[in-house]
């Protein structure tokens, strides 16, 4: 492999010490990222080690970089973004080494909040009422033609790569990532025959006329919020996310099958179960005491809820570094 490759990590210590080992052992010249001027260009390559929502931040904060991407996953579980696990690290270093890798391109999403462009999405853009429990008006145009007015608890518009996260949990379509695709997904529609719908990814989508007793907040990829007034438009962004990918590593196919299996499991939980799943989908991580606040479940009644969802591999509880007394739960992706 030609290529430099710069390390960047959430994870410090050892870890970061033996991933840095693995890539030299394998003949790869590599050094860590302190500073963003040090990136020269695409014929670089640019690790990531860490957690998923750790490694879709570092994207937007990098303002998707043009380097391809091998992204080390710390998690036990792996999602689409992930190249290999720590523990795969070594053989996979020593396949980049004699080029058995390919760079993959991933579409992702621009998004305009009232004519305002506001960021990408790696895997979806949506709207949702800024109060619980109301429902949201809004008209979908696709290349400036109106196909639907609904009323529902949300909207989301969702790249390839996203139909794996929110978008699937909310009743859409997976769509294999390599598709040219967005999908649009109008969440618990009143309109029982309303389907996700799959455009071609050179569509320019709108979401308007949108009307609501509460504010309407925008949500891209679970990190950015932002006030809406009166609409959200979607394209195609300007570059794609390149992403390195290991030869004979796990096949797509066997990742798909994986959500799909999870998504069953998930039908099967307790109401307040499910209502826990889809705060935490909205906001983002949060401690025992913000779902308290945020679902207004008894005390006894989350436990056994967050119960359920660990149980099940749909969440995982963190240690809340500013408290160490604390937990912080959020979802697996």
Same mark, same amino acid.
């Given at each position: 492999?030609?290529?430099?490759? !710069?390390?960047?990590?959430?994870?410090?210590?050892?870890?970061?010490?033996?991933?840095?080992?693995?890539?030299?052992?394998?003949?790869?010249?590599?050094?860590?990222?302190?500073?963003?001027?040090?990136?020269?260009?695409?014929?670089?390559?640019?690790?990531?080690?860490?957690?998923?929502?750790?490694?879709?931040?570092? @994207?937007?904060?990098?303002?998707?970089?043009?380097?391809?991407?091998?992204?080390?996953?710390?998690?036990?579980?792996?999602?689409? *973004?992930?190249?290999?696990?720590?523990?795969?690290?070594?053989?996979?270093?020593?396949?980049?080494?004699?080029?058995?890798?390919?760079?993959?391109?991933?579409?992702?999403?621009?998004?305009?909040?009232?004519?305002?462009?506001?960021?990408?999405?790696?895997?979806?853009?949506?709207?949702?009422?800024?109060?619980?429990?109301?429902?949201?008006?809004?008209?979908?145009?696709?290349?400036?033609?109106?196909?639907?007015?609904?009323?529902?608890?949300?909207?989301?518009? /969702?790249?390839?790569?996203?139909?794996?996260?929110?978008?699937?949990?909310?009743?859409?379509?997976?769509?294999?990532?390599?598709?040219?695709?967005?999908?649009?997904?109008?969440?618990?529609?009143?309109?029982?025959?309303?389907?996700?719908?799959?455009?071609?990814?050179?569509?320019?989508?709108?979401?308007?006329?949108?009307?609501?007793?509460?504010?309407?907040?925008?949500?891209?990829?679970?990190?950015?919020?932002?006030?809406?007034?009166?609409?959200?438009?979607?394209?195609?962004?300007?570059?794609?996310?390149?992403?390195?990918?290991?030869?004979?590593?796990?096949?797509? /196919?066997? !990742?798909?099958?994986? !959500?799909?299996? @999870?998504?069953?499991? *998930?039908?099967?939980?307790?109401?307040?179960?499910?209502?826990?799943?889809?705060?935490?989908?909205?906001?983002?991580?949060?401690?025992?005491?913000?779902?308290?606040?945020?679902?207004?479940?008894?005390?006894?009644?989350?436990?056994?809820?967050?119960?359920?969802?660990?149980?099940?591999?749909?969440?995982?509880?963190?240690?809340?570094?500013?408290?160490?007394?604390?937990?912080?739960?959020?979802?697996?992706?």
């Amino acid at each position: 492999m030609d290529e430099d490759v !710069k390390v960047l990590s959430n994870v410090g210590g050892r870890t970061l010490e033996q991933v840095m080992d693995t890539l030299r052992a394998s003949g790869t010249d590599c050094a860590p990222l302190r500073d963003l001027s040090e990136l020269k260009g695409s014929e670089e390559i640019l690790t990531l080690v860490g957690d998923d929502r750790w490694v879709l931040k570092t @994207i937007h904060e990098l303002s998707c970089p043009e380097q391809p991407l091998l992204i080390v996953g710390t998690e036990l579980t792996r999602s689409f *973004l992930t190249s290999v696990g720590l523990e795969e690290l070594k053989e996979a270093a020593e396949m980049m080494a004699s080029g058995e890798f390919v760079v993959e391109e991933v579409t992702l999403l621009k998004v305009i909040a009232d004519g305002r462009p506001v960021d990408f999405a790696v895997n979806e853009g949506a709207l949702f009422p800024a109060k619980q429990a109301m429902l949201m008006e809004h008209s979908l145009y696709v290349d400036g033609e109106l196909l639907w007015r609904d009323r529902s608890d949300g909207v989301l518009v /969702s790249t390839p790569m996203g139909s794996s996260a929110y978008s699937l949990s909310a009743g859409g379509a997976l769509v294999h990532h390599a598709a040219k695709v967005f999908q649009v997904v109008s969440i618990n529609s009143i309109d029982l025959t309303r389907r996700p719908l799959i455009i071609p990814s050179s569509s320019e989508v709108e979401i308007a006329e949108i009307s609501c007793g509460s504010e309407v907040e925008l949500i891209v990829d679970g990190l950015l919020r932002t006030g809406v007034k009166d609409s959200v438009a979607f394209g195609s962004f300007e570059r794609p996310l390149r992403l390195v990918k290991i030869r004979g590593r796990e096949p797509v /196919s066997r !990742k798909m099958e994986k !959500k799909v299996m @999870i998504a069953e499991e *998930l039908l099967a939980l307790p109401p307040s179960a499910k209502l826990v799943k889809k705060v935490l989908e909205y906001e983002g991580p949060l401690t025992f005491e913000e779902l308290l606040n945020r679902t207004a479940l008894p005390e006894r009644t989350l436990r056994y809820a967050l119960t359920a969802l660990t149980a099940r591999g749909a969440i995982r509880r963190l240690r809340d570094h500013n408290d160490a007394r604390k937990r912080i739960y959020s979802l697996k992706t």
